[in-house]
C-alpha cells in the first residue's frame, strides 16, 4: 500500500474501513430491528417520533421523504442507550453545598410516561424516569405544531423542598453529519452539516445539506432558551472533551460527532473549563425555588434556500445582524452593522471594555446601522441588549491595519523561524520551519515528521506563508533569504533537481532513521512508532500530489517578482523560475498521478501558471501543460459531486476543481461546484464561523494538540474564498456570496499573532478556546489570503453603497474608497463589472462615477523595485467590455505604466 492512504485508513475508529479512494463504509453488525414510529405532518415537514420515547426518528421535506435532516437510517443502530436524539436533555444540578449532579436522559433509558396532549400538542410525556434513580427534578416534554413550525419544549420542575442550582442545561442537538458508509454522491444527497451562531437569545443553528440545496433547516431558541455555547457531546474514543456528557457514536473524519445546544454552562467553567480561553458568552446558571418550574425550549423551520437564511429569521421575528464586510476588524477600518430586530437597540456594550466603539450611523429602510471602529487587539464581543430584555452577542477579532500585519508575518517568518547552520543532517538549511509559539522555538524534530520536514501541508506551510507575503508586499531582505531557501534546500534536496524525476517533490525532509541518529528522537518512544514516523524510503517518496503545489507557488511567486519588481530577485532571472513552476506541474503529473485525480489545495495556482506561460509566449510549455489539465478537468466533468480526496469527505479539493471548471468553459459544473461550497461555508454574526469552511481533522496533522475538533479559521476558509470571489464577480448581485467569500478571506488575517507567528487555527471547543501554538499548515490558508485580497466597491439595492476592504465616501456624485486590504492591488467595481489588477503597483485612492460609468485610480509612487506598475482589467460580467487605461502600453496581455515620484492619476473607462 502507499504509505499515505493509510491517511484515509487510520483517521477511521476501530471497525471501519475504507473501500477505494474517497469512501468509506462503516462495518455493521446484522441489521437490528426497525424501532417503531408515530408519523405527522407538521407544516412543510414529514416528522416521525419513536413510540418508546417519544424522540425524533425523522424530520423530511413533505416533497422529499427520502431526505432527513436527522439520523433516520441509522435509527434502529442508535436506538439504544447512550445514543442521543433530539428530545433528549442534559442538566447538571446541586443543592446548596452539595455536589454537582449530572442527569442525562440518553445514558440509561427508562419507560416514560405518557400525557395527555390536546391543541397544538402532538406528543407529551413526562421523562424524569430517564434521569436517574431519584432526580431532584421532573421533567415534561412536549412536541407541539406552532403554526407550521416543530416546537419542542421541556418544563423543569424543582421537586424538591431546598433551592435547585441549574449548572448546565444542554439539549442534543443530533443531524445527520454522518458520512460513514456512504460515497460521496450518496453524502452529498443525504447528509447535512450544522453551523452554530452562538448569539445568546439571538443565537441560532443553520442544518445545511452537503450539496448546498435547500430547503435548509433553522434551529430557533423559545424565549429564554439562548445559545449560550455549543459544547461537543464526548465519545468513547475522545481522549479530551468538553463535557462528562457522551454519545456512544464515534468521532472520526467521517463523522463530525453531536453537539448540546447550551443554555447555561457556568458548572462546566466551574470544573470541565477552567483552563480555557474566554468563552463565547459569558457561563451562567439558574437557581429554581421549591417546586418552581422553568421551561425551554426550540422551533425547527424550514428556510427555502441557504441564501433566504437571514430573510427566513426576520420573518420568524428574530433579531438579525449583518456586518459589513464582516466581523474581523483592522484597526484602521471601520465596519458597518445592520440589525433588523422586533424590538429596538436599548444598550450596546463592548468586551473587553472600549476593546470596541460603536456609534449610530445613519440607518437603512427597515434596519437600524452601527458604525464599529476596533480599538484594543484580538477577540472582542458586542451584546446588543434589545427593550424587550433580550441580548444578542455578536463576537468580533480586531486586527492590526492588513499593512502592518502582512509585515509582521514576513518578518517573523524570515527571521524567528530562520533555520540554518544547525549542520542539520537532513539538508533543512537554510529553511523556514513550523513555529511554536508555546514553546517559542522552531520545531525541527516532530513524530509527525512532516511537520518538521518543511513539506506536506503541515510542514510547509511556514514557507509558503512567507513566500506569498512576497506576492504584493514584495521585501528585498526577505526576498533574498527566500532565494537561498529556493536554491539551497528546495531545488536539489526537497524537489529532485535533475534527471528522469527532475521537478518531483519528496513528502518530507525529516524522518525516523534512530540507526543513524540514536540521539535525535527525544521523548516517548511510542510516538516514533506510529506511522507517522516516517522513515528515510517513506520521506523520499515522489508519489503525494499534495505537496506539489507548495513548491510550485515558491517559483511561481519569485517569477512574478523577477519580472514584475526588477533588481529584487537577484539569483536567477525570472524565466528560471517561470520554467521551474511549469516543471513541478510536469512532474506532479509523471510522478504523482494518483492524487490528481481529486482537486488539490492552493491547486489555483496552475491556473495562474498556465496563464503566465501563455502571456510569455511559451508555446509548447503552455499546450503540454493545458493538456495535462484538461484530462483532469474532463475527468471531474464526468462526476455529479467531483470533490474527494484521500479522505472521505474534505473541503479543499473544491477550490482548484472550480477553478478549473471556469478555465474550460464547464459552467454547469462550476455552479455546481459553488453551491456545495455554500452548503458547509456559512456566513453568521460571528468573526469565527463567518466564512469558516468546515474543517475538523487537521489539527491530526499540523496543530500541537491533535484531536478531532470543529477548527476555526483553518486553511480551508481562505481557499473556499478564492472560487466564491471568482463567482461572485460574474454575478455581482449576490451579496450573499460576497460576505461569505470576505469572511473567510479576512479570517485566514485571525491566525497571525500580534509579532506575526502565525496559528494552524483556532480550538473552538470550549475547553480550550485558544489558538493552536503550531504554525503548521497555515500557509495553505495564506495562499488563500493573499491570493484573494482585494477591494470591492458595490451598489446594494437594501444597504447602498458598501466597501469591503475599505470605506466608501460619497460626494457629488464621485464614489470614493482607499483601498485597506492586504494587498492594495486589486479592486472590483461591482456596479460597472470591472475586475483590476495589478501584479506591481498599488492603488492609494479609487474613485467612481457612475453617471460616466468611469473610474480613476490613484496609485503610489514608484520605488526603487517599482518603477512601473502592471494593470490587467477584465469585464465580469455578461455583454460588459473590459475598461482601459488612459496610459500606459499593452504587454503580456496587461499595461505597463510607468510611475514617477509622486502619485500616478489613471483613468479607466470603455473605450
Known sequence: MHPTRLFSLLLLMPGTIAIGAGVEETKRPVAPSPVATREYRVGSFRVALRRDTQTLARLSPANEPAFSFVPTGREAERAGDGYNHLGDIHLRVRHPGGAWRDLDSAAHRQPIRILPVSGRTIAAADISASLGDDPPVAVERRWRDAAGQLALTFTIRNTGAAPLEIGVLGLPMVFDNIISDRTLDQAHAQASFVDPYIGRDA??????????????????????????????????????????????????????????????????????????????????????????????????????????????????????????????????????????????????????????????????????????????????????????????????????????????????????????GKNDPFGRSPAILTWDDDAKRIVDVEPRVWIAGMSDEGGGGSWVAAAMKQLDNPDAAELAKLERLIDGTVVGNLQIADGLHAGAVKKSLFYYDPATFPALYAGDPKLWQSWTSWKPKDAADLGRAYNYPHVAIGHWVLYRTARNHPGLVTRHAWPWYLDHAYQTVVAMMRDAPYYTEFGLMEGDVFVDILKDLQREGWTRQAADMEALMRKRADHWRSLKYPFGSEMAWDSTGQPEVYAWMRYFGFQPQADATREVILG????????????????YWDFLYGGKYPRIERQIHHYGSALNAVPLFDAYRAAPDDLYMLRVAYGGMMGAVTNIGRDGASSAGFHSWPDMMRWDPYSGDYGMGFFGHAYAAATYLVDDPTFGWLGFGGEVRTARGVISIPPRDGARSRLFVAPAGQWITLEAGKIARAEYMPATRSIVLTLDRADAGTPSARMFVTATTAGTRSFAPDRGVVERGGYTIPLGPEETRVVLAAR
Request: positive net charge; proline residues 8%.
Open 680 to 695: 458547509y461555508d456559512p456566513t453568521v454574526p460571528h468573526w469565527g464561523y463567518n466564512g469558516n469552511a468546515r474543517r
Open 203 to 420: 443565537g441560532y443553528l443553520q442544518v445545511t445539506r452537503l450539496n448546498g440545496r435547500g430547503p435548509a433547516l433553522l434551529v430557533l431558541p423559545e424565549r429564554g432558551t439562548p445559545l449560550e455555547a455549543y459544547v461537543p457531546l464526548r465519545t468513547p474514543h475522545d481522549k479530551d472533551g468538553a463535557t462528562s456528557f457522551t454519545d456512544k457514536s464515534a468521532r472520526a473524519q467521517t463523522a463530525e460527532g453531536f453537539y448540546d445546544w447550551t443554555v447555561h454552562s457556568a458548572a462546566y467553567a466551574e470544573r470541565e473549563w477552567k483552563t480555557a480561553g474566554e468563552q463565547w458568552n459569558t457561563p451562567t446558571a439558574r437557581t429554581l425555588a421549591p417546586r418552581e418550574a422553568m421551561t425551554v425550549g426550540l422551533r425547527l423551520m424550514p428556510s427555502p434556500s441557504i441564501r433566504g437564511i437571514e430573510a427566513t429569521l426576520a420573518t420568524a421575528g428574530r433579531p438579525v445582524a449583518i456586518g459589513i464586510p464582516g466581523y474581523v476588524v483592522p484597526m484602521d477600518s471601520p465596519a458597518s452593522l445592520f440589525v433588523k430586530a422586533p424590538s429596538p437597540v436599548a444598550r450596546i456594550d463592548s468586551w473587553p471594555a472600549g476593546a470596541l466603539t460603536v456609534a449610530r450611523a445613519e440607518g437603512v429602510r427597515g434596519w437600524t446601522r452601527l458604525a464599529v471602529h476596533g480599538r484594543q487587539w484580538g477577540r472582542a464581543r458586542l451584546t446588543l441588549t434589545y427593550a424587550d430584555g433580550q441580548a444578542q452577542t455578536i463576537s468580533y477579532y480586531v486586527t492590526k491595519p492588513l499593512a502592518q500585519t502582512m509585515a509582521d508575518l514576513g518578518r517573523f517568518a524570515t527571521t524567528r523561524q530562520w533555520y540554518e
